[in-house]
């Protein structure tokens, strides 16, 4: 990234950009930890493909409920104020998993709550520290395409090592001991934050009219809200339903998510304990791809001001994961799931960054909060249920026939774009001229 010359409120923005952008990272290696832990605990004590299925869907249920929910909380109290928050409270309750299960006991039942309870709180620190972005890449000079890439990219660089991390703990320590670390990179995150990324209204360019100052209650200018919580809920709602390319949107991602939700969550997991020896050789795979889209990142946001959108995301879209789902349908050797895997991960290094840069071209500040809770909600809405069907699959068509339906579904629906229509407002310059009125807001 190439910063322009600026003061010394500027190299602070730098400084809060990094800050932000580290904090987001070791958060989302927590994620990749759990990820991984919470299988190989429950395949340990001697659970089903179902019961993997059960706690993937009750890990990834509160997002849903987070982002309807939380958004609003994020606008409300602050975003900076809101991460922190989010990162010590779930930090806590994953800890807990670990001191159950060597103290007193962890039934299955116990482990469903405690994993509900650390998605349901995370969710809004994810919002919060992704509305941030805008404000701080201003006052840095940074492009917001290669922003959103590098958030993005921070994401992917924390499957890489958690992924890595991951598995060998699990392999080598066991599932219990990757949860202490799991909590440990969440109260981390916290205070990277509370430390590195300055207060909000310290970084916004002079006259912006964002919302989500850090005084709680506080709206554009710090004018006290005197709206209800239900009432900011509503008006984010009526944005993102009138907005017609957010519908898409949402439309295409829950469809996606749902599937690698049933991939990731549940058929790979299996996959590897079945066929491919446990632990090591899934934080492989999940590494590959983790380091292959952090490249795919950083070569994207070179060229991400130059290439059109729509195609680029589309195709994109699809090679992330129609060729690596067919491999394990056809049951291909390690070498060619990790090659096509690696070539997945090039691919999905461009998808974040145009959707992401595209929503916040469209979505007004003050929104920014709800209404990125609200679209994260409903992408993520099939995301338990496809971790709960891809169990309940594994189980009873098998895991070739799982993959194979996962690699068609998934090539169909990522090519749509290419029908252009209303999907042509992606493109640089058509946010200004779609977007919805303020009445409709």
Same mark, same amino acid.
């Given at each position: 990234m190439t910063f322009t010359d600026a003061p010394a409120?500027?190299?602070?923005?730098?400084? %809060?950009?990094?800050?932000?952008?580290?904090?987001?990272?070791? %958060?989302?290696?927590?994620n990749v930890v759990t990820a991984f832990a919470v299988p190989f605990y429950v395949l340990g004590r001697g659970g089903s493909g179902v019961e993997v299925g059960l706690a993937a869907f009750f890990a990834t249920a509160p997002v849903v409920l987070g982002g309807v929910l939380?958004?609003?909380?994020?606008?409300?109290?602050?975003?900076?104020?809101?991460?922190?928050?989010?990162?010590?409270?779930?930090?806590?309750? *994953?800890?807990?998993?670990?001191?159950?299960?060597?103290?007193v006991g962890l039934p299955f039942w116990a482990l469903l709550a405690l994993v509900f309870a650390a998605g349901l709180l995370d969710t809004p620190g994810q919002t919060a520290r992704r509305v941030m972005l805008p404000g701080l890449s201003m006052r840095a000079g940074a492009r917001l395409e290669q922003s959103v890439g590098l958030l993005d990219?921070?994401?992917?660089?924390?499957?890489?090592?958690?992924? %890595? *991390?991951?598995?060998?703990?699990?392999?080598?320590?066991?599932?219990?001991?990757?949860?202490?670390v799991n909590a440990a990179t969440f109260l981390v995150s916290a205070v990277l934050t509370w430390?590195?990324?300055?207060?909000?209204?310290?970084?916004?360019?002079?006259?912006?009219?964002?919302?989500?100052?850090?005084?709680a209650g506080s709206g554009p200018g710090g004018v006290p809200r005197r709206t209800s919580y239900w009432a900011d809920l509503a008006e984010g709602f009526r944005f993102v339903v009138a907005d017609p390319l957010m519908r898409l949107v949402v439309g295409l991602?829950?469809?996606?998510?749902?599937?690698?939700?049933?991939?990731? %969550?549940?058929?790979l997991p299996l996959y590897a304990n079945d066929r491919l020896g446990g632990a090591a050789a899934l934080g492989l795979?999940?590494?590959?791809?983790?380091?292959?889209?952090?490249?795919?990142?950083?070569?994207?946001?070179? *060229?991400?001001?130059?290439?059109?959108?729509?195609?680029?995301?589309?195709?994109?879209?699809?090679?992330?994961?129609?060729?690596?789902?067919?491999?394990?349908?056809?049951?291909?050797?390690?070498?060619?799931? *990790?090659a096509l895997t690696a070539l997945s991960g090039l691919a999905a290094g461009a998808i974040n960054p145009i959707l992401g840069t595209v929503e916040l071209e469209r979505i007004p500040e003050q929104l920014r909060g709800r209404v990125f809770g609200l679209i994260n909600a409903g992408a993520w809405a099939g995301v338990p249920f496809g971790a709960l069907l891809g169990g309940i699959?594994?189980?009873?068509?098998?895991?070739?026939?799982?993959?194979?339906?996962?690699?068609?579904?998934?090539?169909?629906?990522?090519?749509?774009?290419?029908?252009?229509?209303?999907?042509?407002?992606?493109e640089r310059g058509a946010a200004a001229v779609d977007r919805v009125p303020a009445a409709l807001c």
């Open positions: 409120r500027g190299r602070g923005a730098r400084s %809060s950009l990094v800050a932000l952008l580290s904090a987001h990272a070791i %958060s989302q290696t927590g939380g958004g609003v909380v994020v606008d409300r109290v602050g975003h900076r104020r809101a991460a922190i928050a989010a990162d010590v409270a779930s930090g806590v309750t *994953v800890l807990a998993i670990p001191v159950l299960a060597l103290t990219g921070s994401e992917r660089f924390a499957k890489l090592i958690g992924a %890595s *991390v991951a598995g060998l703990l699990v392999a080598v320590l066991g599932p219990v001991a990757a949860l202490f430390k590195g990324v300055a207060p909000i209204r310290d970084v916004l360019l002079p006259g912006s009219d964002a919302a989500g100052t850090d005084a991602v829950l469809a996606t998510n749902l599937l690698d939700a049933a991939r990731g %969550s549940t058929l795979l999940v590494a590959v791809m983790g380091g292959c889209a952090l490249i795919g990142n950083i070569a994207f946001g070179f *060229v991400a001001h130059r290439v059109p959108r729509r195609v680029t995301f589309a195709l994109c879209f699809a090679l992330a994961g129609g060729p690596s789902s067919a491999a394990f349908a056809f049951g291909a050797p390690l070498p060619v799931l *990790v699959a594994g189980d009873t068509i098998g895991l070739p026939l799982a993959f194979g339906i996962v690699a068609v579904l998934y090539t169909m629906i990522t090519l749509s774009p290419l029908t252009g229509g209303t999907w042509r407002q992606m």
